[in-house]
């Protein structure tokens, strides 16, 4: 099996970068972590940051950049990304408020999200779209509106970063949804999950939950991803200990293998 990039989404352990963001980044690293994904920068420099990052031996890999950010402050949203070395900025939520109700809306989100990707690209950055779980309830032409965003913006500009746990959540099959984006799709959110008592999802760390995750990498890995990201959304351990269970299962049933 081809040898993925492991990498860690940050808003994971959004408790303890609050507290310390240098600190939790040594962590990381020392946990055997190859590469980190941000949700923000705990307020450090560019250079601060690229310099620590540079010690630690930790590859930024890019960032979760809320769709406000990039409305309003994309120069600097990308300069900061150059500046750290990361390649890629991705939409990674929206809000509420933001979400469209109906298939105009869609079309017109999809516009706004095109210029940005457009503007990324130009500038050197991969531009990518993280999915959770309302991207599949809306519709547009019949298909889902995560599908019809994909089929109406090129490829050319906007990749795939897909969250495994949302997609088998809503209840697709997630090795069929990796093949069918296989090419396209450089970031794979790796994540595990059960039914919470209240029907919604409960994340949990690797291999204690329903994700396939043997078949799931394998097929991340035949499609050309470059980097499976751990996120854990909530986390019932202490956030450390959970990223590194879940980094110990890769390590056993994964990294074993390549």
Not at 20 to 42: I, Q, W
Not at 128 to 140: I, L, Q, R
């Amino acid at each position: 099996m081809r040898k993925l990039g492991i990498g860690l989404q940050m808003y994971t352990l959004r408790d303890e970068t609050a507290k310390d963001f240098p600190g939790t980044l040594r962590k990381v690293a020392e946990l055997g972590y190859e590469g980190v994904e941000f949700a923000g920068y705990g307020g450090i420099p560019a250079e601060e940051m690229r310099d620590l990052l540079q010690e630690l031996g930790l590859q930024a890999i890019g960032s979760h950049v809320p769709l406000k950010n990039m409305q309003t402050q994309l120069a600097d949203e990308i300069a900061y990304l150059k500046t750290i070395g990361a390649k890629y900025m991705v939409c990674p939520y929206l809000m509420p408020e933001d979400r469209p109700d109906n298939e105009d809306g869609w079309k017109q989100l999809f516009a706004v999200l095109a210029e940005i990707a457009a503007e990324a690209t130009r500038n050197g950055l991969i531009f990518g779209y993280h999915n959770h779980d309302f991207e599949f309830a809306g519709k547009v032409g019949g298909e889902y509106a995560l599908d019809a965003m994909y089929a109406s913006i090129s490829e050319d500009i906007l990749k795939v970063e897909m969250d495994i746990g949302w997609v088998q959540f809503y209840g697709i099959e997630p090795v069929s949804y990796i093949n069918k984006y296989a090419g396209r799709l450089p970031l794979l959110h790796i994540k595990d999950f059960r039914i919470g008592e209240d029907q919604k999802i409960d994340t949990v760390e690797l291999g204690v939950g329903l994700i396939p995750l043997n078949d799931v990498i394998k097929a991340a890995a035949d499609g050309g991803t470059e980097w499976l990201i751990v996120e854990q959304d909530r986390c019932a351990k202490p956030s450390l200990e959970s990223v590194a269970i879940s980094m110990d299962w890769l390590k056993s049933n994964y990294l074993t293998l390549v």
